[in-house]
């Protein structure tokens, strides 16, 4: 037959995508020519509105509230993940009631803003001042910043568990059942079996709570901490000038894009036996 | 024939707008903060009231113009009468030097001063630097009273919280160990019984650099025919008694000051 006598010559093959100016290309190149265009005007409006003297008086406040944005949300994630080990073993146990309040714990924290969150801590804890006085944690409450890293910490918590417990319930029953038949103790198989082959699947959604976390942390001024949107703010009440705003967009945008390349190291690092 | 179409379209909807336009000619929008009792607040309905408000109502109907009311947050108002949400600020505003290179103002159309006030059971005896060293001050964020605090009181930690309500509540539960704002502003929430926790500790003399002359209306820069018509109403409701009328409504004392 002829076409069993087909050799790897005359396979047939899809044709070539046509080449030329077909619509989608112009409209690609125009749009990448707009944004480029954008991109540099901003860079000249940036160099136009340089003013050194500006520079000088509000670069340090500038410098503390990145500080404190990076050292809320590096202490709350922590916070947060290790508080999402035990909710996320609530929320696949099953034991109804530590079912249900795990259940419980993520819905509430899930499905209220974190502002809310963050001013019901602030001010809602602020009106027990006497009861909290009476079990010695008020000096904890009296600082805005343990605030917000309390409530920063809940409402991390609650989302890093459903992640862990997503990416757990991914790993097939079958790797259960094999470690079981080998003999291996179920922490064992958590530990060694289960948590790799999970922590890859959860390793983007991680990164992304992070990066949720730095841009969600600029509602913090309102609960007294001025982190970086909080200054930024404060420099435009008192400069009127519009640049504070792009300088605050600028860092934002170098810090979350440190962060992506950091997440795709380590994604690569970790799928190396993955690669084909 | 359609490109024609939507030219015809694009033409009948600018005249609309235009039409529409002259038609509300006659309506001056006004911004106000809503947050800043007695001066102005939101009522429980979502009216704005106060001394600010009943004010500007008296200088439309002294202008003849017909006037709409905007609450807007503090920390952006200025940026918004120059996006032109609004055409004045009637918001207990103070004529500062670095409001004026961004703004326009009026005359002030009232004038007084600040003050400290702290928990009932304070240790804080006057309302100098040194009497303040070491403790914390709320204030509302970019406000007279926060550059004045900033630059006064240095040896004290100045917290800015983007309302009255939230130090008032601090204060009340002690995170903060005074607070600094306008005189009327504090005594009447004082008087309150929130501001129960709470008493006046003293009034601050003006800094003009920094208070400035008095609380004016800001309007954008140029405008000088709407300068001139309020500073005429101004003056005009100051002469026939409305002025002493709405100040008598709030206040038992007369929040004008000095001609100055």
Redesign the interface.
């Known amino acids: 037959m002829s076409a069993s006598m087909q050799t790897a010559d005359s396979v047939e093959r899809p044709p070539l995508p046509p080449h030329g100016w077909s619509r989608q290309r112009i409209l690609g190149y125009g749009l990448v020519v707009l944004w480029a265009f954008m991109g540099i005007g901003l860079v000249a409006y940036l160099i136009s509105a340089w003013n050194t003297e500006l520079f000088q008086k509000y670069a340090p406040g500038y410098v503390s509230g990145i500080g404190i944005t990076l050292s809320l949300v590096g202490i709350s994630i922590v916070v947060g993940a290790i508080l999402s080990v035990p909710i996320a073993y609530g929320r696949m146990s099953r034991n109804p009631v530590i079912a249900g309040l795990a259940y419980a714990y993520v819905y509430f924290f899930r499905g209220t803003p974190l502002l809310a969150q963050a001013f019901l801590v602030y001010y809602g804890f602020g009106s027990f001042r006497p009861e909290l006085d009476a079990v010695g944690l008020w000096w904890f409450f009296r600082e805005a910043f343990n605030c917000a890293i309390f409530a920063f910490s809940l409402n991390t918590a609650a989302y890093q568990a459903e992640i862990l417990r997503g990416a757990i319930q991914s790993v097939p029953k079958g790797q259960w059942e094999g470690a079981a038949s080998l003999g291996l103790h179920k922490l064992q198989t958590l530990r060694k079996i289960i948590l790799p082959q999970a922590l890859i699947v959860a390793l983007r959604p991680y990164g992304n709570e992070v990066i949720l976390m730095i841009k969600g942390s600029a509602i913090v001024a309102i609960i007294t901490v001025y982190d970086l949107m909080g200054i930024t703010r404060l420099t435009y009440s008192r400069t009127f000038d519009f640049q504070s705003y792009l300088w605050a967009a600028i860092i934002y945008l170098l810090i979350v894009e440190t962060l992506r390349h950091a997440i795709d190291w380590i994604e690569r690092r970790i799928t190396r036996h993955l690669k084909r | 024939m359609r490109i024609a179409m939507r030219i015809a379209l694009a033409a009948s909807a600018a005249l609309l707008a235009l039409g529409t336009a002259q038609a509300q000619e006659k309506v001056l929008k006004i911004g106000t903060e809503g947050a800043y009792p007695p001066f102005n607040n939101l009522t429980a309905d979502g009216k704005l009231e106060g001394f600010d408000v009943d004010i500007a109502q008296a200088l439309c109907d002294e202008m003849k113009v017909k006037c709409e009311f905007i609450a807007q947050d503090w920390?952006g108002i200025?940026?918004a009468l120059q996006a032109g949400k609004f055409d004045a600020i009637i918001a207990s505003m103070s004529i500062t030097p670095?409001r004026m290179?961004?703004v326009d103002f009026t005359n002030k159309y009232y004038n007084t001063p600040p003050a400290i006030a702290a928990p009932k059971d304070s240790d804080i005896k006057g309302v100098t630097k040194e009497d303040l060293a070491g403790k914390t001050i709320g204030v509302q964020?970019?406000t007279t009273h926060f550059?004045y605090s900033t630059a006064t009181y240095t040896d004290s930690t100045v917290?800015?919280?983007?309302t009255a309500q939230?130090y008032q509540?601090?204060l009340a539960?002690?995170?903060l160990d005074a607070v600094n704002d306008d005189i009327v502003v504090l005594s009447q929430w004082l008087d309150s019984p929130d501001g129960a926790c709470c008493k006046l500790i003293g009034a601050i003399k003006p800094v003009v650099e920094i208070h400035g002359p008095g609380a004016g209306i800001a309007i954008r820069k140029g405008e000088t025919a709407l300068r001139d018509q309020f500073n005429a109403a101004i003056d005009a409701i100051r002469a026939n008694g409305k002025y002493k009328e709405i100040n008598d409504k709030y206040f038992k004392f007369d929040v004008y000051g000095g001609d100055s």
């Open positions: 920390d200025i940026p670095e290179e961004k964020a970019s550059n917290k800015p919280y983007p939230e509540l601090d539960n002690g995170r």
